[in-house]
């Protein structure tokens, strides 16, 4: 089922909405058999392409890392999606009342799951670290998930439209400050916790 919601999600979007509202999922399904495949892809497809390919900006000079280097850095990539997706459901949770929501925090974690559902898949980019390819297919994905956004919150937190479009501005807020949350938190580690030691390509 999960996956034929996958695939409607990116095919249909309105019409599987609904359906996804009718379902029910429950936050311990959504968390072990959905969050833990999609986070999966960007993590595996990163530790494979920047390890056995190896990042390029141009296409010409690749620079590789060290396997034993790249995997705890793919690991705290992988549980740092599982966290993302919980800190933005939550804020949808506790934003919620202030646009006439009133849906369970399951519902709400359905509605953060699959929107992202673009930007998990788009981390299969990452086999190929090239800087221009996997920037353009990143913003694709985003783009799609701002879209995937606004169609879903009318339908699945059950408010009107001229709500929803405040209520998914908020939300978008609060992924894209998530984003670069992630991003800005990946750069210290990379340079103290977790060192990364390139090799030539």
């Not at 599987?16 to 999922?25: L, T």
């Not at 953060?112 to 898949?121: C, G, I, K, S, V």
């Not at 086999?127 to 699945?156: D, E, H, K």
């Amino acid at each position: 089922m999960f996956i034929q919601h996958m695939m409607g999600i990116l095919y249909h979007p309105k019409q599987e909405w609904g359906q996804i509202r009718k379902e029910h999922y429950s936050a311990a399904h959504i968390f072990l058999q959905q969050i833990s495949i999609l986070a999966a892809i960007p993590a595996i497809c990163m530790f494979i392409g920047t390890t056995q390919v190896g990042w390029s900006i141009a296409g010409s000079e690749f620079i590789k890392l060290d396997t034993m280097s790249a995997l705890p850095a793919a690991v705290a990539f992988y549980f740092a999606m599982w966290v993302a997706v919980g800190f933005i459901t939550y804020a949808i949770h506790w934003m919620e009342k202030n646009y006439g929501g009133d849906v369970s925090f399951d519902d709400c974690l359905s509605l953060a799951t699959y929107t992202a559902t673009p930007m998990f898949l788009s981390g299969l980019a990452a086999l190929y670290p090239l800087l221009w390819f996997n920037v353009g297919v990143g913003l694709l994905a985003v783009c799609y998930s701002v879209y995937l956004l606004y169609t879903g919150v009318p339908v699945i937190m059950k408010i009107p439209e001229e709500r929803a479009f405040l209520f998914s501005t908020s939300i978008l807020t609060v992924g894209l400050c998530t984003l670069v949350g992630i991003i800005v938190t990946s750069v210290i580690l990379w340079s103290t916790v977790i060192p990364l030691n390139y090799i030539s390509g």
